[in-house]
């Protein structure tokens, strides 16, 4: 039985060779000779039909931390920009991201949504009432840990999309107010 992944680099290294990308071929530790006896279809049939790895997988970690960094960059614009759509304030953005106003700012503007000035209305006892069902309903179904303040934006994103009456800063003081008073 053949090692999986011998097809796979075999595969890699073939369009490697097809796209002139003979530096890369290089750069795996292959020699020019290994490449020139690659191509010929006997020596093919050998390698990735072989029961055993003939290769080694190494993790690059410096490459690893700078995608997985990539992608949590990507997940926290998409949140920035998901609470800024939703009525996030600035104090709101710099207390979770460190966003200076400027960049709030900028930020707004690239998303076309106006800058706000002054304070939002406090909600109102039944609007209260109502996001304290609406919070009870969604904490019913997937638990929520308070204490993580990124986990807690998204539920309060989730929760002015369903009380279009609310913004995001509106509900974000109240589950503030209500974690002060140790309600949650």
Known sequence: ????????????????????QLRSCLAMGFAEQDLRDFIE???????VNAPVP?????VDPVVLQRLLAQAKDREDEQLIDAALEQGGSSPLIHEVF???????SLRR???GIPNRKGRWPAISQAQERELWNAWAN??????IKTGDVRTRLKVAIQLSQRLPSLNLTMVWNTIQGWIEQDLL
Do not use: Y
């Open 1 to 20: 039985m053949s090692h999986p992944l011998n097809l796979a680099i075999a595969l890699q290294i073939l369009n490697d060779i097809r796209n002139g």
């Open 41 to 47: 279809p006997q020596c093919m049939s050998v390698l």
């Open 54 to 58: 003939w290769f080694k997988v190494v």
């Open 98 to 104: 460190g966003l200076t106003n400027k960049e709030i």
């Open 109 to 111: 503007t690239m998303l």
């Open 138 to 143: 969604l904490v019913k179904d997937h638990p």
